[in-house]
T-cell receptor, first 111, second 116 residues
Framework: RKEVEQDPGPFNVPEGATVAFNCTYS??????FFWYRQDCRKEPKLLMS???SGNEDGRFTAQLNRASQYISLLIRDSKLSDSATYLC????????????FGRGTSLIVHP | GAVVSQHPSWVICKSGTSVKIECRSL??????MFWYRQFPKQSLMLMAT?????????EQGVEKDKFLINHASLTLSTLTVTSAHPEDSSFYIC????????????FGNGTRLTVT
């Protein structure tokens, strides 16, 4: 089983739709969790950190479920500019603190 | 916010030559930097963890003699691809944290290497 797994998609949604992505991780000792956005041929950019209590930033909501070992990202009122690949990042625990990336989920928002 | 600068943004070189990529933290000190490689339509794969003042830690399957990493200061890490071959053509990205071990990574803009 991969350390961090994501459905690669693509998720093809119309503008204004709500879309949700999940990401599962295998190491129960994982310490920190993030969602990044990567545009084609560009470096990843931090979208938001993910906490057990959940956090929201405008149209984006992230949630962590430690018991089931997954994190989620919800995007409301999708915009054309949200089209990108969304990367789940999990930092290992146990002293290494090495960040591991999921393969990414591709989102395409169409008019 | 924290800025990581990577240079060059792209490079084309002939097979057999060596290429050096620089990664700088511009407004913070980074004792640890991470080097990733990404092939088209694939995920970022960690190549190595660069540690200031000591040897880099390489991931399984990454040849340390081929991908030389030097982290001589708290703001600079370099990756040298030695004797590059066409299969080394990829997108190389460095990253660093600007604070605690659980803080997010900040990425350089990446280097697109093409070996002909």
């Amino acid at each position: 089983r991969k350390e961090v797994e994501q459905d690669p998609g693509p998720f093809n949604v119309p503008e204004g739709a709500t879309v949700a992505f999940n990401c599962t991780y295998s190491n129960s000792a994982s310490q920190s969790f993030f969602w990044y956005r990567q545009d084609c041929r560009k470096e990843p950019k931090l979208l938001m950190s993910v906490y057990s209590s959940g956090n929201e930033d405008g149209r984006f909501t992230a949630q962590l479920n430690r018991a089931s070992q997954y994190i989620s990202l919800l995007i409301r009122d999708s915009k054309l500019s949200d089209s990108a690949t969304y990367l789940c990042v999990v930092t290992k625990g146990g002293g290494s603190y090495i960040p591991t990336f999921g393969r990414g989920t591709s989102l395409i928002v169409h008019p | 916010g924290a800025v990581v600068s990577q240079h060059p943004s792209w490079v084309i070189c002939k097979s057999g030559t060596s290429v050096k990529i620089e990664c700088r933290s511009l407004d913070f000190q980074a004792t640890t930097m991470f080097w990733y490689r990404q092939f088209p339509k694939q995920s970022l794969m960690l190549m190595a963890t660069s540690n200031e003042g000591s040897k880099a830690t390489y991931e399984q399957g990454v040849e340390k003699d081929k991908f030389l990493i030097n982290h001589a200061s708290l703001t600079l890490s370099t990756l040298t691809v030695t004797s590059a071959h066409p299969e080394d053509s990829s997108f190389y990205i460095c990253s660093a944290r600007d604070s605690g071990l659980n803080s997010p990574l900040h990425f350089g803009n990446g280097t697109r290497l093409t070996v002909t």
